[in-house]
DNA sequence: CTGAAAGCGCTTACAG
DNA sequence: CTGAAAGCGCTTACAG
């Protein structure tokens, strides 16, 4: 591999001189900056950014690690990420967790240990030991996903989307209510967004049933067993559904349509995600647009302005939108 | 920062023999191997993978350059990737071209400039000046999306599958096909399936009908106009037409149920792709699986391949497998 | 079994 | 405007 050294001897200089040149830094006369240039050009020369980084302590790379990369919601966040960061001359380095929590903290370390110049969690939980392991590093740190305390977050409003689109059910005079939603573990999308729909309920004085409450997994699947429990549950019906994700809807929908019941006539559905499936099933689902994009390009400029501020902000709350469409 | 020199201190030894410890290599015995250990415990001391590098030349990252990532093939590839990469303790550094095909060289010294080990790139084109960038770069990589001549490459038979694909729609009865497709700059997905479907129409002596032949972008809205396109093009009607993939059939499906020709009774209609999407609209689509997470893992297989044993494979082809559903 | 020393390819005060 | 030299944090022959 050809080096700056080599550089140098071709052009008869030192290898400060070529590194003046490269980084634009200090004087150089015109002169010697073409004669480098040029036999940089020629040669195809280029720098290594692990002397580099080895010397400044800065490689211009910034950890990404998340829970899975092929769901609609993570690689619009990580194309949000990428995109804000690539404005800026960052580049993104992969860490896949394949949803083993424990690999979180693994991938923690192994990132720290790449010396990436600050860290993007999209966390699925926030157990003592993350958090712990999290301030131990000391590298610029933002979480997205769930709020994780004493370290800067952009999250969703999980709490007023799930409460909006209930109240919005309630609106239309729907009184009875149920609820499909996921693991309170996952503090955002199980708790949050729980809290939001039973807030609904309360200031309408609705009715809360047990039975109506159901807790899935992040599948399709698993909406349609869910969807079933809550129809044998034996009471009455409920005239409506609120589902934490698209994809519980969806499954929902699916077990609505094989026993015969119509949408949104029988029974209104609700998403959230507003994922591409949501826009093309029958009906089209009435769902909440959390803007993963903005997420994470937020989530970058926040990291970014940590690294170069210094500034700690705690917590940015993104906005969302409500798609009313046909299934409600 | 805490370094090696520091532990060496601490333990009373030279940095070479925490080298040692940490590498497993040489001997070092089983008492200080111990002090040492115990002393990188409570420092939570984390080598640093540059310094490493430097005097190794080998980073452990393998560099990953895509169009976008928000695309269900690329997100299923890249996941593929992740998790085969994963497996042998490499990771992966993001570079996102956001679709624009001199991004593709430059992320490509960027690449090599961090030093990865590899390269996969994702493939829209085939431009000359890409191709011999490839080859001044000198560093083990692989091509999929597209084969590159001289580029190892693993890729999906495109031929094939869309030949199948059409002669199935024959098998069932159907003579007047039609077809939507992309820019055949885009060589595997615009050239090669259309040159599989009109293989199957020559090979039954069907007729080959211009108007029928569409050409679209990746998108539904593309689809839809497409789909216009034929049916407005004056002659009889097609009664089956074969998309290059599931958005354009989804795209199509639309502009058929608004003006109220029924699927498949009037008209059958193919994807490609076996999108999440696909499942769920109605009808339910027939497609081509095509197997995107072993593409990316069979990708990254070769990539180490040739990393590790020199390999200079040149080309590997993915299966794919028809799955038929009720669009025919 | 362990250490001293060189070197990986850069950058950056310092001196001139 | 330019260069000599030190140093970033590791690894690895070499010597003992």
Redesign the pocket.
């Known amino acids: 591999?050809i080096?700056?050294?080599e550089i140098a001897r071709r052009a008869?200089?030192?290898?400060?001189?070529v590194?003046?040149v490269?980084?634009n830094?200090?004087?150089?006369?015109d002169?010697?900056r073409k004669r480098i240039m040029k036999i940089i050009e020629e040669t195809g020369y280029i720098?290594?950014e692990h002397?580099?980084a080895?010397?400044?302590k800065q490689s211009n790379v910034i950890g990404v690690i998340l829970p899975k990369l092929s769901t609609e919601t993570s690689s619009r966040l990580v194309n949000g990420i990428s995109e804000e960061l690539a404005k800026h001359g960052y580049q993104i380095l992969l860490a896949n967790t394949n949803l083993d929590p424990e690999k979180e903290i693994e991938n923690l370390k192994l990132l720290k240990s790449k010396q990436v110049d600050g860290i993007i969690l999209l966390a699925t939980n926030r157990g003592q030991e993350l958090v712990s392991e999290i301030q131990k590093l000391s590298i610029p740190f933002v979480a997205t996903g769930q709020v994780i305390e004493g370290v800067p977050s952009v999250i969703n409003n999980n709490f007023q989307a799930a409460k909006d689109i209930t109240s919005h059910l309630i609106e239309k005079g729907h009184q009875k209510i149920a609820f499909i939603g996921v693991d309170e573990a996952d503090w955002e999308v199980g708790h949050r967004r729980k809290e939001g729909y039973l807030a609904a309920l309360k200031e309408n004085q609705l009715r809360i049933v047990d039975e109506w409450i159901q807790k899935g997994i992040f599948s399709i699947e698993s909406g349609y067993t869910s969807m079933k429990k809550i129809l044998e549950s034996g009471n009455e019906r409920p005239t409506a559904v609120v589902c934490v994700t698209d994809r519980l809807a969806i499954g929902a929908m699916e077990y609505l349509g094989e026993i015969g019941l119509s949408i949104p006539n029988d029974i209104a559905l609700t998403g959230m995600g507003a994922s591409d499936l949501s826009k093309y099933v029958v009906p089209r689902l009435t769902t909440i647009d959390l803007l993963s994009e903005t997420t994470g390009a937020e989530a970058a400029k926040t990291l970014l302005e940590i690294i170069k501020e210094g500034n700690t902000s705690d917590k940015k709350v993104i906005d969302y939108r409500l798609i009313i469409r046909d299934s409600i």
């Open positions: 591999m080096t700056m050294k008869n200089v030192s290898s400060a001189t590194s003046r490269l980084n830094s200090g004087y150089v006369s002169d010697v720098p290594s002397a580099k080895l010397r400044t």
